[in-house]
């Protein structure tokens, strides 16, 4: 199974021990600020802001937290200015890795991400060293046991969405990024709540892992997913199911 799929599933279920620290909720408002600071405040313009508020209003973020993190994107609000930045690296058994943060202190949130890289057996790149190894879409998990098979096919294939696939116990759809709204709605429609969903890097060719360097690697994940500035991370790594089940 691969590990993109795989360490989604596994942040889905660490979902809600995030939501009890407070972390998705932190999480949620900087892109929120962040994508209003880009593409302005209104939800039905910004295709980005939609789909952030979207998260927040299944996460059960008060309306006014909402509101209130849109007011700082557009600057009718004071607050913490975010810079988007995305790092790139290698992982144990040189899986690649790409980082996206959202910081208000470049420098520490380097530090931080070379540190954790460095104590699991990885390495900070330059730009565009891993980046050519991936392709920016739409990516939604759909459990099996919630969707046939046939209808949740059709149903993206019609709305504009590039393919299905099968992974494990999990459908995978893909979708351009522009289209990716739209597929998601879709989806939704069916009465169907994805286990994840979001604009994803979707590596072109996987790395095995196993043993060690598999260990590491999740252990790497975990600790890189668990710094406050690191909004997401994917990687290329690829771990057989039933290790990656037991590791995690």
Do not use: C
């Amino acid at each position: 199974m691969s590990g993109h799929s795989k360490w989604h599933t596994i942040k889905h279920k660490k979902g809600a021990l995030d939501a009890k620290r407070g972390k998705i909720f932190t999480r949620l408002i900087k892109e929120m600020t962040v994508a209003a600071r880009a593409g302005g405040g209104d939800v039905a313009m910004n295709p980005r802001l939609r789909t952030v508020v979207t998260k927040a209003q299944a996460a059960n973020m008060p309306a006014e937290n909402i509101k209130r993190a849109i007011r700082r994107g557009t600057g009718e609000e004071e607050g913490v200015i975010y810079d988007e930045i995305t790092y790139e690296g290698y992982g144990p058994g040189g899986a690649a890795l790409i980082i996206a943060s959202f910081t208000d202190n470049k420098n520490r949130t380097v530090g931080e991400i070379r540190h954790a890289l460095t104590k699991h057996g990885g390495s900070l790149g330059e730009s565009n060293s891993v980046a050519w190894m991936f392709s920016k879409k739409g990516y939604i998990i759909v459990a099996k046991d919630k969707a046939d098979e046939e209808k949740l096919m059709t149903t993206v294939l019609e709305s504009g969405g590039d393919d299905m696939a099968e992974d494990g116990d999990n459908w995978e759809i893909f979708t351009a990024p522009d289209a990716f709204q739209a597929v998601l709605d879709a989806v939704k429609a069916l009465g169907i709540e994805p286990d994840s969903a979001e604009v994803s890097m979707i590596p072109k060719n996987y790395v095995s892992l196993e043993g060690a360097a598999a260990r590491s690697m999740l252990k790497l994940m975990d600790v890189l997913d668990d710094l406050d500035d690191v909004q997401n991370v994917w990687s290329n790594f690829d771990i057989e199911e039933k290790e990656i089940e037991a590791l995690a």
